[in-house]
């Protein structure tokens, strides 16, 4: 079988007791107002040309952007095509309850400012463009499904937080209890197409080799 990723991993030791170093000149070292930022900046530097001299000698290689494969033979670099549409809509509609969550958590003062009441509001209407059919193109049945009960919590959290101007820790403490088994199915169907589209396309790459 041939081997079509490399993976190199280099590490050096430096182990010479033998030599004695002398420590920089004290006008030297008098120079560097902040000497742990200093080493940070050249363990960064050396580790990126070091990076960069493995990339170069190892072929071929696959890189990760975050995003996107790009396999690199000799000179030649790929893009693998992107994730299909119906992963970011998964992802954007699971992000919905932690965006409540996040500007809710911890909070139990007093009513909020309009300012605040105005952004819950932009919230409710996105939540309410995002059931529409265009929105949730692509998903199953079981998966709009979900996807509608994840918004329908949502806009019922905030329309109760809008008419009060603010919203208590037991109420976001139930609304997050009633997101969290339809967040973590929502969020494994994501995870699922997303590896099913890299594992298709570092299979059809292989098979190049």
Known sequence: MRNWLGVRIVI???????VSIGAPPAEVRAKVADPLAAINGEFRSTYARVR????????????????????????????????????????????????IFLEFHGVNAGPRSEAEVARWQSWLALAEAAESPEANAGLTAQQQATQLEIFRL????????????????????????????????????????ELDHYRGQLDAWRKEL
């Open 12 to 18: 050096f030791a430096v182990l010479a007791p033998q």
């Open 52 to 99: 960069a001299d493995a990339v170069a000698e190892t072929r071929p290689i696959i890189i990760f952007d975050g995003e996107k494969l790009a396999p690199i033979r000799g000179e030649q670099r790929e893009t693998s095509t992107s994730v299909p549409p119906t992963y970011h809509r998964l992802k954007a509609a699971a992000h919905f309850p932690f965006i």
């Open 154 to 193: 949502g806009r019922n959290f905030l329309t109760a937080a809008i008419e009060n101007r603010m919203a208590t820790r037991d109420a976001v403490q139930e609304f997050c209890r009633a997101a969290s088994p339809l967040l973590e199915r929502h969020l494994t169907w994501a995870a699922e197409i």
